[in-house]
């Protein structure tokens, strides 16, 4: 005798085959986990990708470097990463590996000073002790920032240590200035006023380093082989970072959820300082996510000038698919 299944169990039962049918993707983390990626996992708890028939698994990284290393391996399929490590990349070791889409279109480079110590702009770091992390890609960039405004490294006393160590030098006066990511300016202010201090944040792209800084990028692999898979991330994703510009309270609960030793408020602190590179006059003028030619090229020339790269070695329009980019 046949039975009529209800509406629930057939609910169930589409639901299931649906989750069963969801097409996997490994997102690579450039870093550890924060409001700086709250996209990606914006995009799991608000089901963005899920929408789009996506079930994602997260990688944390460390480091731009070994992202592009695990992309380039097949390990990851799509993640984020620095787009001039991209390039360096493709001159030294050719690897198979494209950018998709912008997600910073502008660096997140920066002198951090204590506001009444005398540093306002670019040049009064001359003469200062500058601290800054081993590992940063800002340490490429600083000649280079320097140098347009008439300085070399050799007019700082420059310092190098840890990254969590950066915020108490400049609050006890061991270090004048450091150098650090816009996206810690929440974090350097909460130090700063704990102290009774003020920041003093000079982004480095005020001083005219333009260029593309954190992109998505994609192994070639994933795009050959499963190019639908990765017309619809881009769509998720770009959808994500909306979502987070528009509700970023809602967007830090929902990093929390999945990473609950990230405090809520420090998630949205982070949020708060990302947006500025996403959500900017570039974007205003160019569209989200755009690879804007000329800025493109501008980025690689200023990537070639720092790595010491034969500027004829990579041909930028090369490295770069738009075509996911588009409805």
């Not at 493709?90 to 998709?100: D, H, P, S, Y």
């Not at 920066?110 to 940063?136: L, M, N, R, Y």
Request: glycine share 8%; aromatic share 6%.
């Amino acid at each position: 005798m046949s039975k009529t299944l209800s509406a629930a169990t057939v609910a169930a039962l589409l639901t299931a085959g649906s989750a069963a049918a969801a097409d996997k993707v490994v997102f690579q983390l450039d870093w550890l986990p924060g409001g700086d990626k709250a996209p990606i996992y914006v995009c799991i708890d608000k089901g963005f990708c899920a929408d789009e028939g996506i079930e994602v698994a997260i990688e944390p990284g460390r480091g731009s470097t070994e992202a592009i290393t695990r992309l380039a391996a097949g390990t990851s399929d799509v993640g984020s990463a620095d787009i001039g490590a991209l390039m360096a990349a493709k001159v030294t070791e050719k690897v198979g590996i494209t950018a998709i889409m912008s997600i910073f279109n502008k660096g997140p480079h920066a002198f951090f000073a204590i506001k009444g110590t005398g540093v306002t702009k670019i040049e009064d770091v001359k003469g200062k002790q500058v601290a800054t992390s081993p590992f940063t890609s800002s340490n490429v960039f600083l000649p280079l920032v320097l140098a347009d405004k008439g300085m070399t490294e050799a007019d700082i006393t420059l310092t190098k240590a840890d990254p969590g160590a950066l915020g108490p030098m400049l609050m006890t006066g061991a270090s004048e200035v450091i150098i650090a990511w816009m996206t810690n300016v929440s974090v350097f202010t909460k130090q700063a006023a704990s102290a009774g201090k003020e920041l003093e944040v000079l982004p480095w792209y005020s001083a005219g380093l333009d260029l593309y800084s954190a992109s998505l990028l994609a192994s070639d692999k994933f795009i050959t082989e499963r190019p639908d898979v990765a017309k619809r991330f881009v769509k998720a994703f770009k959808k994500s970072l909306e979502y987070v510009k528009s509700n970023p309270d809602e967007s830090a609960v929902a990093v929390n959820k999945i990473v609950p030793e990230l405090s809520v408020d420090d998630v949205k602190g982070a949020i708060m300082d990302t947006l500025i590179l996403e959500f900017n006059d570039v974007t205003d003028k160019d569209g989200l996510g755009v690879f804007e030619t000329a800025r493109l090229a501008e980025t690689w020339k200023r990537v070639s000038a720092a790595q010491k790269l034969e500027p004829a070695a990579l041909d930028p329009e090369a490295m770069v698919n738009r075509s996911f980019l588009a409805e």
